[in-house]
Nanobody, 122 residues
Framework: VQLQASGGGLVQSGGSLRLSCAASGGRFRINATGWHRQSIGKERELVAS???????RYADSVKGRFTISRDNAKNTVFLQMNSLKPEDTAVYYC?????????????????WGQGTLVTVSS
């Protein structure tokens, strides 16, 4: 399974961006999926996640500003980021837990996208 993230860029404080991450590959099914971020000198942190049932979870720092959603038909997850702050500056990575189906074999895995840079200027 390959994850392709897009939508990062440079935005002023208070602005908005929408990240997208599309999964592709052979036969697969995505369970939970989400977004993580990593800024310089810090560890990677979970920003938001969404389960196969649509349940969501957010880091306290983004609650009320970010919204995660998914389009199961297109195997795509989105992160709408509003009221961006300079401290949101980071490389954002999409991640997914799921299964690949090869003949009679089911392989569970965790997949990562390549990262997309979000820069928020003050």
């Amino acid at each position: 399974v390959q994850l392709q993230a897009s939508g990062g860029g440079l935005v002023q404080s208070g602005g908005s961006l929408r990240l997208s991450c599309a999964a592709s590959g052979g036969r697969f099914r995505i369970n939970a999926t989400g977004w993580h971020r990593q800024s310089i000198g810090k560890e990677r942190e979970l920003v938001a996640s969404i389960g196969s049932d649509g349940s969501t979870r957010y880091a306290d720092s983004v609650k009320g500003r970010f919204t995660i959603s998914r389009d199961n038909a297109k195997n795509t997850v989105f992160l709408q980021m509003n009221s961006l702050k300079p401290e949101d500056t980071a490389v954002y990575y999409c991640e997914a837990d799921g299964w690949e189906f090869e003949r009679d074999v089911v392989i569970a895995g965790r997949y990562w996208g390549q990262g997309t840079l979000v820069t928020v200027s003050s």
